[in-house]
């Protein structure tokens, strides 16, 4: 089929397989450009399929030569419909992976399970025993609890009260305002169900039990604090709140790991376009500004550059200046210089959808948000005829859940 791009709302229901190809194949050659580095040989990343976690499997694999297993939950093509970009994603890692010879196994389900988790315990048994590195990058609107059986839904919602502030619809160029209601207790306490520690601390519950943590063994999940800006709908919010419990959860798990000799650890990140980041309010907007000021000051970085200077200056280093007084590597920091965030205030109250184009960087958060699902690679045919069947090489069957 021909595919283009059908954008709903802050989601895209098409993904190119070829796009996604040349995007992942991009990421890898910057990997291979920056040399190679220090770390574990096991890897385990659940929510591996896109942004950070993604990110995390290729400079696992072409930066240290780690085998990796990934652990994701996407759709496959149909005869209708293409795959989800994710799918793609995976795809096109393993077939340059498995083509230099290097070990990547995939496993597609629900990993809030039981049964992905003992599926996962399975793998790491038979093909390599012990697991060095676990990075917990899942980003899921819901969550079905494995004992109880009970559904819960984030939200995107302000505490205390309702907050209005300026959005951006980024595809008609639009800046509005947009004003969203107070969260409930019990919204506060799904959304925290969803994106919060618990499910973290139980897979390395989990994976300690089965006797799969070797010495030394590193966790690593990833966060977001952003400035005071977005703090009404970020940090101050619902999320931010789940934030709170992942970043506890941090500290619980740091604690049960030292029997091991090893550590948890939270890596707060840089605002980036994501599936995820693409949905809160504001925060598009925002990172519209922030990416034409860092662009300009020659400081930005998309997932795979942090992920790499993460591995190689902070987390298999004793650098102790990434680290801030509650214990977590920011590798905002370049984000949160003073002098950036003083212009984005300062531009802030400007912005209106007749400065837009000039104010900000709109275009390349469009360009980005296209790149997610495979649109707008460099050298891709998009008026040409491709294949939607694209298969992932380690996938079974019998592990599709």
């Known amino acids: 089929m021909i595919i283009q791009p059908k954008i709903r709302g802050f989601i895209c229901t098409t993904a190119h397989p070829a796009g996604c190809h040349q995007v992942v ?42 085998k990796t297993i990934g652990v994701f939950y996407e759709k496959e093509a149909d005869e209708k419909r293409t795959a989800s970009a994710g799918w793609y994603n995976t795809a096109a890692f393993e077939e340059i992976a498995h083509r230099e010879n290097r070990y990547a196994k995939s496993i597609n389900g629900d990993a809030f399970s039981d049964e992905i988790k003992q599926q996962v315990a399975d793998l790491i048994r038979k093909d390599l025993q012990k697991i060095d590195l676990i990075v917990y990058s899942l980003a899921s609107p819901r969550r079905q609890h494995p004992k109880s059986g009970e559904v819960f839904s984030s939200v995107l919602k302000p505490i205390g009260r309702a907050y209005t502030s300026k959005t951006v619809d980024a595809f008609r160029g639009e800046v509005k305002d947009i004003t969203l209601d107070q969260a409930s207790e019990d919204e506060i306490a799904n959304t925290i169900a969803v994106m919060g520690g618990e499910d973290w601390e139980m897979w390395i519950d989990f994976l300690a039990k089965e006797n799969l943590l070797a010495e030394g ?160 690679a460099k050298g891709v045919d998009y008026d040409a005829e491709v294949d939607q069947n694209v298969k992932i090489p380690s996938i079974q069957s019998s592990l599709i859940v």
């Not at 580095?37 to 096991?42: A, F």
């Not at 605002?271 to 995820?276: E, G, H, Y």
Request: aromatic share 8%; charged share 25%; glycine share 8%.
């Open 25 to 66: 194949a991009e990421q890898i050659e910057y990997v291979k450009s920056q040399g190679k580095l220090k770390g574990p040989e096991n890897v385990l990343i659940i929510g591996a399929s896109t942004g950070y976690g993604l990110a995390s499997r290729i400079v696992s694999t072409f930066g240290n030569d780690a």
């Open 217 to 376: 063994v590193t966790t690593v999940a990833y966060s977001y604090v952003g400035p005071e800006l977005t703090h009404p709908i970020y940090q101050d919010g619902t999320i931010g709140k789940a934030k709170e419990h992942l970043r506890l959860s941090a500290e619980k798990i740091d604690k049960k790991l030292k029997s091991h000799q090893g550590k948890a650890l939270l890596s707060v990140n840089k605002a980036v376009v994501t599936q995820a980041s693409a949905a809160i309010p504001v925060v598009p907007l925002y990172i519209s500004l922030l990416f034409k000021l860092m662009k300009e000051k020659g400081t930005h970085e998309g997932c795979v550059e942090q992920i790499y200077r993460l591995y190689k200056d902070s987390l298999f280093t004793n650098n102790t200046e990434a680290y801030d007084a509650q214990g977590q590597i920011r590798l905002d920091d370049l984000e949160m210089q003073k002098d950036i965030q003083e212009k984005i205030a300062a531009l802030w109250p400007q912005i209106t959808s007749e400065n837009l184009l000039e104010l900000t960087d709109i275009e390349g958060y469009r360009n980005e948000f296209y790149r997610l699902f495979g649109f707008h």
